[in-house]
């Protein structure tokens, strides 16, 4: 855990609005335009969807590694510190490179928000700039680009990739995407580029009919889970992780392995492989397997199915949503039945709580506690509509309650917003 203090770049794009006043992309391609347009010069494959993009990033950073390329990543939220979300081969930005990009960017928008028609940008936004002004002076090779919120609205959605991805659809930022899988599935399909391939993961038929159209109208070949691509699940051995195969054009039932755990995972790397081998087709760089199979085993994403003791048995989870709910619910039962499950839960108001709650309450031998977090709109523990559920005053407390009464058949989970498992994770890394 890295433990450090806000730099005055930090603070001040964190003053910033979290969303604009209106939607577009009109703010931070003005802003693109006063500093050249460094995001015209990067190869970039851009990835959108509900869950799913940070280990879809994190699987493509090391295959891409492992050919010897200099990957650049944007990322979000941050789990650790800020300074993560803008990484080239793993290695964060410096604090110096970023005070000295934001001194850049300070002065241009100033004069910016004089403008009523640009005025108001936000902190995402500046962000993504800072990020494509950084990736262009390292002179990368290739920027995998993650989405922030949406798709066609969003600021990253300002450039033409080499391939769209789309992970999954899921009911999340309704308020802002819509109340629907088809309304949300339009706005991720917004990514979508005139004749640029894309690659789809596991999404419902509702969703995918949607992205289909939209494929379709702007002509880009569509990979789809299924059919271009299959993955089976493999045998469960001893190692954390998953064994799948997997099949497309160049391979068939060829065996993989993923250090990340949950069968979400091997659809995450399922979807990888497949972006990897159509890059490296297009870019005539050799597909070596075993190669391949060597930078799997490099990948890692914390905060997700993330084992972080093995006596007792603790699992980070940052389901924050119904879509990850759903999963996590999926892999606790099937590879966990036989164990006694405590969890630990807290989310953000703005989410569908309820929802979660009652999806987590289903599993059998389950106990349910909630508590709450140092964070805007974090659980509220007052709130009549908890009043059913079993409460913890804070996590370290609940957490220090389970373990001193814990079975040997125990498994203790802490799940919910990825902001409440991020401060958990850097208290719990900082003890330990």
Same mark, same amino acid.
């Given at each position: 855990?890295?433990n450090?203090?806000?730099?005055e770049a930090?603070?001040w794009?964190?003053?910033? &609005?979290?969303?604009? #006043?209106?939607?577009? *992309? $009109?703010r931070i391609? /003005?802003l693109l335009? !006063?500093l050249?347009?460094?995001e015209?010069?990067?190869k970039?494959?851009?990835i959108?969807?509900?869950?799913?993009?940070?280990?879809?990033?994190s699987?493509?950073?090391s295959?891409?590694?492992?050919q010897?390329?200099?990957?650049?990543?944007?990322t979000?939220?941050?789990?650790?510190?800020?300074n993560?979300?803008?990484?080239i081969?793993g290695n964060?930005?410096s604090?110096?490179?970023l005070?000295?990009?934001t001194?850049?960017?300070i002065?241009l928008?100033?004069?910016?928000?004089?403008?009523?028609?640009?005025s108001?940008?936000?902190?995402?936004e500046?962000i993504t700039?800072?990020a494509f002004?950084y990736?262009?002076?390292k002179n990368?090779d290739l920027?995998?680009?993650?989405v922030?919120?949406?798709g066609?609205?969003?600021?990253?959605n300002v450039? &033409?990739p080499?391939? #769209?991805v789309?992970? *999954? $659809?899921g009911?999340? /930022?309704m308020?802002? !995407?819509?109340?629907t899988?088809?309304k949300?599935a339009?706005?991720?399909?917004g990514?979508?580029k005139?004749?640029?391939p894309?690659?789809?993961?596991?999404?419902?038929?509702?969703?995918?009919?949607?992205?289909?159209?939209?494929?379709?109208?702007?002509?880009?070949?569509?990979y789809?889970?299924?059919s271009?691509?299959?993955?089976v699940?493999g045998?469960?051995d001893?190692?954390w992780?998953e064994?799948?195969?997997?099949?497309?054009?160049?391979l068939?039932?060829?065996e993989?392995y993923?250090?990340?755990?949950?069968?979400?995972q091997i659809?995450?790397?399922?979807l990888?492989?497949?972006?990897?081998?159509l890059y490296?087709?297009?870019a005539?760089?050799?597909f070596?397997?075993?190669?391949?199979?060597k930078?799997?085993?490099?990948v890692?994403?914390p905060a997700?199915?993330?084992?972080?003791?093995?006596?007792?048995l603790?699992i980070?989870d940052g389901a924050h949503?119904?879509?990850a709910?759903d999963?996590?619910?999926d892999?606790?039962s099937?590879?966990?039945?036989?164990?006694?499950k405590?969890?630990i839960?807290?989310?953000?108001?703005t989410?569908?709580?309820?929802g979660?709650?009652t999806r987590?309450?289903?599993?059998?031998?389950t106990?349910?506690?909630?508590?709450?977090?140092?964070?805007?709109?974090a659980?509220?523990?007052?709130?009549e509509?908890?009043?059913?559920?079993k409460?913890?005053?804070?996590?370290?407390?609940?957490?220090?309650?389970?373990?001193?009464?814990?079975?040997?058949?125990?498994?203790?989970?802490?799940?919910?917003?990825l902001?409440?498992?991020?401060?958990i994770?850097?208290?719990?890394?900082?003890?330990?």
């Amino acid at each position: 855990m890295v433990n450090k203090k806000e730099t005055e770049a930090v603070t001040w794009i964190h003053g910033r &609005k979290k969303f604009g #006043s209106k939607p577009g *992309t $009109i703010r931070i391609e /003005h802003l693109l335009k !006063l500093l050249g347009n460094p995001e015209r010069d990067l190869k970039v494959i851009h990835i959108g969807g509900t869950n799913g993009k940070g280990s879809t990033v994190s699987n493509l950073k090391s295959l891409f590694m492992g050919q010897g390329l200099k990957v650049a990543t944007f990322t979000s939220p941050f789990i650790e510190v800020f300074n993560e979300r803008i990484a080239i081969n793993g290695n964060f930005i410096s604090d110096q490179d970023l005070d000295r990009l934001t001194a850049k960017v300070i002065p241009l928008i100033e004069e910016m928000d004089k403008d009523e028609r640009v005025s108001g940008i936000t902190e995402f936004e500046i962000i993504t700039a800072l990020a494509f002004m950084y990736f262009k002076e390292k002179n990368c090779d290739l920027v995998l680009l993650e989405v922030g919120l949406g798709g066609l609205y969003d600021s990253t959605n300002v450039i &033409k990739p080499e391939i #769209s991805v789309i992970t *999954t $659809i899921g009911l999340d /930022h309704m308020d802002i !995407l819509g109340d629907t899988l088809e309304k949300i599935a339009w706005e991720k399909a917004g990514i979508i580029k005139d004749k640029v391939p894309l690659v789809t993961g596991n999404i419902g038929a509702e969703a995918l009919l949607v992205i289909e159209e939209i494929a379709g109208e702007r002509k880009s070949p569509h990979y789809k889970l299924g059919s271009d691509y299959r993955l089976v699940e493999g045998p469960k051995d001893s190692r954390w992780g998953e064994n799948f195969y997997f099949s497309n054009e160049a391979l068939l039932d060829e065996e993989f392995y993923t250090p990340l755990q949950g069968r979400h995972q091997i659809e995450n790397t399922g979807l990888a492989l497949e972006v990897f081998y159509l890059y490296c087709r297009k870019a005539s760089l050799p597909f070596d397997i075993e190669a391949v199979k060597k930078s799997l085993l490099e990948v890692k994403w914390p905060a997700r199915m993330e084992k972080v003791s093995d006596n007792p048995l603790i699992i980070l989870d940052g389901a924050h949503n119904i879509h990850a709910i759903d999963r996590l619910v999926d892999n606790l039962s099937k590879d966990y039945a036989h164990l006694h499950k405590k969890i630990i839960f807290s989310a953000l108001e703005t989410k569908d709580i309820e929802g979660m709650l009652t999806r987590l309450s289903n599993l059998e031998e389950t106990d349910l506690y909630l508590t709450t977090f140092d964070f805007p709109k974090a659980l509220d523990l007052s709130s009549e509509d908890y009043k059913a559920y079993k409460h913890f005053p804070t996590w370290a407390y609940g957490l220090e309650q389970l373990k001193d009464n814990l079975k040997e058949d125990d498994l203790i989970i802490i799940t919910g917003s990825l902001y409440f498992i991020s401060q958990i994770r850097g208290e719990f890394f900082k003890e330990n």
